[in-house]
């Protein structure tokens, strides 16, 4: 319940799974998103407009290290481990096998099983702490990136320039996006809410056409090429916004707009065309449009 996050949990949620604007989620370093603060900032709520990066010295998991060991990694699994790591433990838990199958001394069972419960009381808590370091790598930002739950690692010290021209990418595409919604659906109103499904249609067909027409927004850094930038190892892209700009601007994609119209409008004449009364009431409404 701290700063009531899991109070408005929900209402994040639901915010966030309707918002059609950039959303940029990162974690600082050292910070740590964990449980119900990182259900609530999932990327899976809206893949569209969410993009999360992290700091190559943040974690992120719905568990902390220690509860991942207290629930996969119990002391009867600790115990298995020090039967195979150290030699001592190991000696003790084959004679006390042995003793177990002959005619045993008790006063001798007693010494071993009081000599391997000093060993085990001892060599526990090492195994417990390297446990919970090894629950801890998962959480890394490297293992983060393999597993696909952030988008990019960017140091601490990158962030205002990544950001920058990351959010200017995204911005564009999603006004691109929605200018390409509008000449579907045949409205001049930019302001119409659309949809976050329309959206991710409108973003997809954006991603197609700046494909074709070879608009550079992205590049993926080969390790071996010197970035434009100093970025961390593991950053992987680039982002650019100056073509893309200019494109968006330019009379070139106002032409394809206006095909998309022309194109939708044709659309819309062929299914009023079987019938007399809605084509006249069609042709009304382009009238009194123009």
């Known amino acids: 319940m701290f700063e009531m996050v899991l109070k408005f949990g929900a209402w994040i949620v639901d915010a966030l799974q309707t918002y059609t604007q950039p959303v940029i989620i990162y974690l600082p370093p ?24 992290a700091d190559s010295n943040s974690r992120g998991g719905v568990l902390e290290a220690n509860g991942i060991v ?9 115990c298995v481990l020090l039967g195979k790591c150290d030699e001592k433990t190991k000696k003790l838990e084959e004679e006390l096998v042995k003793n177990n199958k002959n005619v045993i001394n008790e006063v001798n069972k007693k010494e071993l099983l009081q000599e391997y419960e000093k060993r085990k009381e001892k060599l526990l808590p090492v195994c417990r702490a390297a446990a919970v370091k090894f629950a801890d790598l998962h959480d890394t930002t490297a293992r ?5 739950a952030i988008h990019d690692e960017v140091a ?5 320039n990544y950001f920058y021209n ?9 006004e691109m996006a929605k200018n390409y919604l509008s000449a579907c659906s045949n409205t001049t109103n930019l302001s119409s809410s659309f949809t976050i499904d329309e959206l991710e249609k409108g973003c997809k067909w954006v991603d197609e056409h700046l494909a074709e ?7 993926e850094i080969n390790l071996k090429e010197k970035p434009s930038m100093d970025y961390s190892k593991r950053t992987r892209f680039e982002y650019f916004f100056e073509q893309i700009m200019e494109y968006s601007n330019g009379k070139e994609f106002l032409q394809v707009l206006e095909q998309i119209k022309a194109d939708t409008l044709l659309k ?4 009023v065309t079987g019938n007399l009364e809605q084509r006249e009431r069609f042709v009304a409404a382009l009238l009194e449009r123009d």
């Open 213 to 219: 027409t070879s608009i550079l927004i992205r590049r």
């Open 70 to 78: 207290e629930i996969k990694f119990r002391e009867k699994d600790l």
């Open 268 to 271: 819309q004449l062929k299914l």
């Open 166 to 174: 990351l959010l200017c990418v995204q911005s564009i595409k999603m």
């Open 30 to 53: 050292f910070g740590e998103l964990r449980g119900g603060a990182w259900a609530v900032l999932d990327t899976q709520i809206n893949p569209t407009c969410i993009t999360m990066l």
């Open 144 to 148: 983060m990136l393999a597993k696909g």
């Open 156 to 160: 601490w010290q990158n962030t205002r």
